[in-house]
């Protein structure tokens, strides 16, 4: 069965330095996607960044990027010049089967507090 | 582009009560997912569809759940009879279930309180 690990419950971070939160994962499948989702205080789920485990380069989207060490099975979300805007909850997830349209496995999540 | 609706939003209802969730997932998605959120067990995967069909319903508690999903542009999650540990926040999210990034798009939620 498949796992993912968010070891950081909470994080406080000064605006405008740069975050990382941590993202283990755990599987024997070859073929899988690491996904990082946002949970704002209003409750929805917005869809942040996404790495194929054959993806030869990191995943990158505007000011967040992936930090993907295959070997280590980590996924570590990079949040550069961090916002007021982005505290929220964070999480990792997993879909195995690559490109397939199976559920979701999502970590516990890391609470961010930006502060002025 | 509207996104997945979800109804109700909210939803308090007593213990034993019939509980239905409704889910209109985004046009062209061929993918269904509905999870549930809790602080004890965080977001938890129930049951997905893909065209229409379910796929796997491993995520089921239990028998007093159940889903359905007549046609393209609607399913629902229902519980009967309900019961206090059921109180949670429901996701629908759809995707297009063809290969790649194949990102899922989560619905507001429906909050659900059993008295």
């Known amino acids: 069965a498949q796992k993912i690990t968010q070891t950081q419950p909470g994080m406080f971070v000064q605006e405008k330095e740069a975050v990382t939160l941590d993202c283990t994962y755990d599987?024997?499948?070859?073929?899988?996607?690491l996904f990082w989702y946002k949970q704002p205080s209003s409750g929805e789920m917005i869809f942040l960044i996404y790495?194929?485990?054959?993806?030869?380069q990191n995943a990158t989207e505007g000011r967040y990027s992936l930090n993907f060490q295959k070997a280590r099975k980590s996924a570590n979300l990079v949040i550069s010049a961090s916002q007021l805007g982005d505290s929220a909850m964070y999480f990792c997830?997993?879909?195995?089967?690559?490109?397939?349209?199976?559920?979701?496995?999502f970590g516990k999540g890391t609470h961010l507090i930006i502060q002025p | 582009d509207a996104g997945v609706i979800q109804s109700p939003r909210h939803e308090v209802t007593e213990m034993g009560q019939e509980v239905t969730l409704r889910c209109k997932p985004i046009?062209?998605?061929?993918?269904l997912f509905w999870y549930r959120q809790t602080m004890m067990r965080g977001l938890e995967l129930l049951i997905y569809?893909?065209?229409?069909?379910?796929?796997?319903d491993s995520g089921m508690p239990e028998d007093r759940f159940s889903a359905k999903m007549p046609n393209a542009s609607f399913s629902t999650l229902k519980i009967q009879p309900s019961e206090p540990r059921d109180s949670a926040v429901y996701f629908c999210?759809?995707?297009?279930?063809?290969?790649?990034?194949?990102?899922?798009?989560f619905g507001p939620g429906t909050r659900l309180t059993v008295l």
């Open positions: 999210a759809s995707s297009l279930g063809t290969s790649g990034r194949n990102e899922q798009f």
């Open positions: 599987t024997s499948d070859p073929s899988y996607g």
């Open positions: 790495q194929g485990s054959y993806d030869q």
């Open positions: 997830a997993m879909r195995l089967s690559g490109g397939g349209a199976d559920g979701l496995t």
């Open positions: 046009s062209g998605h061929n993918s």
């Open positions: 569809f893909n065209n229409n069909v379910p796929i796997d």
